[in-house]
């Protein structure tokens, strides 16, 4: 399966931005998704994480209570909703597809990425 993030872009502190990605080529919907960001001289790090369905989703403390992970599997399509954006969120985001249906942390459970959309955050 190939993915296509997109939606970065720069917006202030406290602004939103909603990422999306989408899917072709392959199997989209029987799979959990995710979605890393990295800066540079970082490990890649895991920001929120859905089931196959949606019905089930996985956040790390980072972004809890700010993103919100979704998916339509109609359109072969993940989001990433981001809210009260924060200078320290400034990164490039990968979105990636799961080796299985339920939401994993751990980027090596994850065996097709996209190329990534810049994010910067300032003002």
């Known amino acids: 399966v190939q993915l296509q993030a997109f939606g970065g872009g720069l917006v202030q502190p406290g602004g939103s931005l909603r990422l999306s990605c989408q899917a072709s080529?392959?199997?989209?919907?029987?799979?959990?998704m995710g979605w890393f960001r990295q800066t540079p001289g970082k490990e890649r790090e895991f920001v929120a994480a859905i089931n196959w369905s949606g019905g089930s989703t996985s956040y790390a403390d980072a972004g809890k209570g700010r993103f919100t992970i979704s998916r339509d599997n109609a359109k072969n399509t993940v989001y990433l909703q981001m809210n009260s954006l924060k200078p320290e969120d400034t990164a490039v985001y990968y979105c990636?597809?799961?080796?299985?249906?339920?939401?994993?942390?751990?980027?090596?459970?994850?065996?097709?990425w996209g190329q990534g959309t810049h994010v910067t955050v300032s003002s």
């Open positions: 080529g392959g199997t989209f919907s029987g799979y959990g």
């Open positions: 990636a597809r799961s080796l299985v249906a339920v939401p994993q942390q751990v980027a090596g459970l994850y065996n097709s």
